[in-house]
Structure formats: structure tokens, C-alpha cells
């Protein structure tokens, strides 16, 4: 928030108060005179002025009509549609004089019968679009409607039965190698030139970026609907208004407003995601299997638990030993698969959004200790180092590590049988509060969450306030990561603790768990 003027005066007279002072201490101490406690204490002040103004620089905010917080890709993109568009408005003068005046446009009332919908960057995006493609089918319902998505988030959209076609990119600047990100200007040459066929009537490039508009341009889409607030806006023939820190959901509604859908006929945008029968089929059958392995769990919480909390109820030792100490009444395999259940993403998409290892274990613990739950660790292939680190190598009393296991609608179907969900703002976060599951999300302070944060009725943000925020970076240049560090297991377990005890008595995940097993 920007100062007042007033605010900012005072500041700087505060300032220059203390910069008398210390040149003052500091003519003392010439003429061996005691420096006077002001002085030191104006000295801390300054010091600390000059602590939060670099902490200040740390945030990155959009600019302008652009999206981007990098100075160096607003200027390039600037430079860009400048001559984009002086190259276009040139183009279609000299094509209305070749032609006498007589050109076509495409017409907002065409109905498409091809609609062509990029999506290539991460999960979360995907799940967030989820929410456009009910109300593009009500209001097209004859149209074939395609997605070209990237190879992590195609399963999102294979699964949608809005969906007819999904055509998948392996090759763009979201791809996690090095070589497949650098090569993504000419796959932007390749999938415009490939999607020709398709003969596309309308196409919505729903992030906002350069290469997407391209694609879109190539491909000859009569219809082209985007921002400009990625760049490349004259290559697109109707855009939407770009709102900073706009919720990602309402931007979704701003591009379907363009085509005339409104709140009121599309109804309230929300995402939503359902898993395949064959995924809950199977993740039925492996926590049945699961649950027959754990000997006298689940039961009910422990009141004393001396193994796990110590003094001031820090984790003072890994509930691996917990075993032997824990005396659970024994429960069938049936009712083993009904219990509560809380899984826990311990991935995320950056380092600057990763939770200490050592919070995961003394959270799991106190949720071991104080619900006798079922647990289950999700995440990537590339997570299962950190949930070994957080097991420490041994087994825990009804904890399954699931991470690199599971596609996507198999983690949906999870994640439905899951009382919550406990994670960064990553993916998995978004496809809980998709699939309707509570969600507690740890949230960074990489983005904001007014705008990113995900979209359902029981969804909890946390976080821990810090003046760099946001600062959309992978890594957190700041010693310590104050912004995940800060944020205590004893504050994420009271979080968790309150959205199971408000789900006592609704049977509906259990009810699920019946009918399927």
C-alpha cells in the first residue's frame, strides 16, 4: 500500500532528524565526548530504514498495460507491438486498397463450429480453466471444441466431456528441460502451421502470451480472443481488459463476457473436476490394501502423547517410534478405508514455495497424534526425496507414501475419498478445491493470493506476511525464507484440526467410500 503524502513527509523528517544526530555523535566522538543515546538509537532507525527499502525493491508488481514484472519484458514486448502494429494497420490498408475497400471480418454472431482453447502452461492454470468450458458448451453446443494443452496438463482436459479433441505440446517455454524451453519459437511456428487443418473458427489464448497469439495467427483462426497484456495484441482480433491482481477466475469470466456469455447465463464460474470410475475403482482397492497392512489403526486420538510433543508442544522425536506406544482398537479392512483421511502434497512448483521438511514431520505428527487419521503424501516424481527426508527412511503408523505414483485423475480420485488436503499453491491445491475437498493451502509470498489463491467453498489460505511480497520468484533471495519458515505446524495443525471437526457428521466422502468399495 503507497504512502500518503503526509505519511511520506514525516518519514523523511524523521529521517533527517537522526542524520543530525549521528553526524553530531559522530563530531563527539572527534572531540572525545560520549555519543548521547539518541544518536545511537536514530542510528539503529536508519539502519533499519534502509533494511526495509531493500526488502521493499524485492517486490515485483505489474506496470502499465502489461502483465509483466520483469522491466526487461515489458520493454521488449513495448518495442514489439509498436512495430507489430505499424506493420498490420500498413498490411490491411494496403490489402482494403488492392481489394477497393472490400474486406472481411469475422462476425460476433458466427457460431464456431471449431474452437480451439491454448493452455500450456502449469496445472493450477488448467484446473482454473476447467471453469470456462461448461459455459462455452451451453453457449456453442454444436462446436467441436479442442484444447492444445502441454504433456503435464493434457489429463486434465482428456478428462472433461466438454472436451472433443486435445492436442499436445511438448515443446514450449513450460516445459521443465532447458532445451525443450528454448526451442519453443519455432513449436510456436510448428502447432500454427499444424492447427491450419483444424480450420479453426475461434481461438482463446486464456494466459496472455506472445507465442499463444502467434500460434493463433498462423493457425488463420477467424476468431482470435486473448490480452494484449502479454504482448502480441495486434496479432489477436478481440481482447479483454486487463485487471492486475484480478482473481484468475474472473479474468476467465472477462474473455467469456467478450463472446457475450455473461455471469447470468453462465452462471457462477467455479472449477470443477470429476476423476474417471476406473481411477476411483483403483484408489479404492489401494487403500483398502493399504489400510489391511496397518496393524490396530485407525483409532481415536491420543490425549498424552510423551513419544511425539515435548515441553511447549514442540516435535521432539519421529512418530516412527510411535508403534509400539500407541494401543488402537483393531478396525475391518471396510472400515479401515472409511476413516478420516488428510493428504498432504509435500511438492511444490518452486523452491520459493516449499515448506521446511521439519515442519511436514512435526505436522504430521500432531495430526497422527491428535486424529489417529490415515495419511497420505502426494506429489511428483521429483518429490519423493523430500518426503523420504520428512519419513526419515521408516515406516509411520498409517502413513502411505504415495509421491511420483499417481496421475492426475488418479489423485482426484484420492483427494475425493480425503476428509482435507493440506499443500502449497501448486496444482494439487487447485484440483482439491476442483474435486470439492477442504483444502488448507501454505501459501508463499511468490503471488498474490486474491488472485491465485484456489477456487472452492471450504478452501483456507495461510500465510505468513512479509513486505517483500509479492515478489514472483523461484527462489526467495532473503536469508531464512521468512515467508514459508514463519509459518508454524502448531498453526497449520489448528487449521486442519477446525475443518475436521466441521466435518463431523457429513458423511458424503465416507457415503463415496460405500458406494465404491
Not at 492436442?167 to 532447458?178: D, E, K, M, P, Q
Not at 505436522?363 to 527426508?389: E, P
Request: aromatic residues 6%; proline residues 6%.
Amino acid at each position: 500500500m503507497r504512502r500518503s503524502s503526509t505519511e511520506t513527509i514525516d518519514a523523511q523528517k524523521r529521517i533527517a532528524t537522526c542524520r543530525l544526530a549521528a553526524d553530531g555523535a559522530s563530531a563527539g566522538r572527534n572531540a572525545s565526548v560520549a555519543v548521547p543515546a539518541t544518536a545511537k538509537r536514530c542510528r539503529t532507525s536508519l539502519l533499519r530504514v534502509n533494511k526495509s527499502r531493500r526488502i521493499r525493491r524485492l517486490r515485483r508488481r505489474p506496470l502499465g498495460q502489461y502483465r509483466y514484472v520483469r522491466l526487461r519484458w515489458r520493454a521488449t514486448f513495448a518495442v514489439v507491438d509498436l512495430l507489430g502494429t505499424i506493420v498490420f494497420t500498413a498490411a490491411r490498408a494496403l490489402r482494403r486498397w488492392l481489394t477497393g475497400g472490400t474486406t472481411t471480418s469475422p462476425s460476433p454472431q458466427h457460431d464456431p463450429k471449431v474452437i480451439l482453447l491454448v493452455q500450456l502452461d502449469h496445472l493450477g492454470d488448467a484446473i482454473i480453466s476447467t471453469a470456462m468450458l461448461p459455459a462455452l458448451r451451453a453457449q456453442y453446443p454444436k462446436a467441436s471444441i479442442e484444447v492444445l494443452a502441454g504433456a503435464w496438463n493434457r489429463e486434465v482436459f482428456t478428462a472433461l466431456p466438454e472436451v472433443d479433441r486435445v492436442h499436445v505440446s511438448r515443446v514450449n517455454r513450460f516445459a521443465r528441460t532447458g532445451l525443450a524451453r528454448l526451442v519453443w519459437i519455432p513449436a510456436a511456428f510448428y502447432w500454427g502451421l499444424i492447427l491450419r487443418r483444424r480450420k479453426v473458427d475461434l481461438g482463446i489464448d486464456v494466459r496472455g502470451e506472445f507465442p499463444v497469439a502467434l500460434i493463433l495467427w498462423l493457425c488463420r483462426a477467424r476468431r482470435r480472443l486473448g490480452w494484449a497484456s502479454g504482448g502480441g495484441g495486434f496479432l489477436l482480433t478481440d481482447h479483454a481488459g486487463f485487471v492486475a491482481g484480478r482473481p484468475e477466475v474472473e479474468s476467465r469470466a472477462a474473455l467469456l463476457a467478450v463472446l457475450g456469455i455473461r455471469a447470468s447465463t453462465a452462471g457462477a464460474l467455479r472449477p470443477s473436476f470429476r476423476p474417471t470410475a476406473a481411477a476411483r475403482r483403483l484408489i479404492v482397492r489401494e487403500l483398502t490394501e493399504f489400510s489391511a497392512t496397518q496393524q490396530g489403526w485407525p483409532g481415536s486420538s491420543v490425549s498424552e502423547p510423551p513419544e511425539i510433543l515435548g515441553a511447549g508442544g514442540s516435535l521432539r522425536s519421529t512418530p516412527a517410534t510411535l508403534s509400539p506406544n500407541l494401543e488402537l482398537p483393531e478396525f475391518s479392512a471396510r472400515e479401515r478405508v472409511l476413516c478420516l483421511r488428510v493428504v498432504l502434497h509435500v511438492g511444490a512448483g518452486t523452491p520459493a514455495k516449499s515448506w521446511p521438511v521439519e515442519h511436514w514431520q512435526e505436522l504430521l505428527g500432531r495430526i497422527i497424534v491428535g486424529h489417529g487419521a490415515q495419511v497420505v503424501l502426494v506429489g511428483s516424481l521429483g518429490d519423493r526425496m523430500i518426503a523420504d527426508r520428512i519419513l526419515g527412511g521408516r515406516g509411520w503408523p498409517g502413513v502411505a507414501d504415495w509421491t511420483g505414483r499417481l496421475s492426475i485423475v488418479e489423485l482426484a480420485g484420492l483427494l475425493e475419498q480425503a476428509d482435507v488436503l493440506v499443500g502449497a499453491d501448486s496444482g494439487p491445491a487447485h484440483l482439491a478445491a476442483a474435486v470439492g475437498t477442504p483444502t488448507v493451502v501454505l501459501f508463499s509470498g511468490t503471488n498474490s493470493p486474491r488472485q491465485w489463491q484456489p477456487c472452492g467453498g471450504q478452501v483456507s489460505v495461510i500465510r505468513h506476511e512479509v513486505d517483500c511480497s509479492p515478489c514472483h520468484r523461484e527462489r526467495c533471495p532473503r536469508a531464512g525464507h521468512p515467508c514459508m519458515k514463519l509459518l508454524h505446524p502448531r498453526q497449520i495443525a489448528t487449521e486442519v484440526e477446525r475443518v475436521l471437526r466441521q466435518g463431523v457428521g457429513d458423511d458424503r466422502r465416507r457415503q463415496l467410500g460405500r458406494e465404491r468399495v
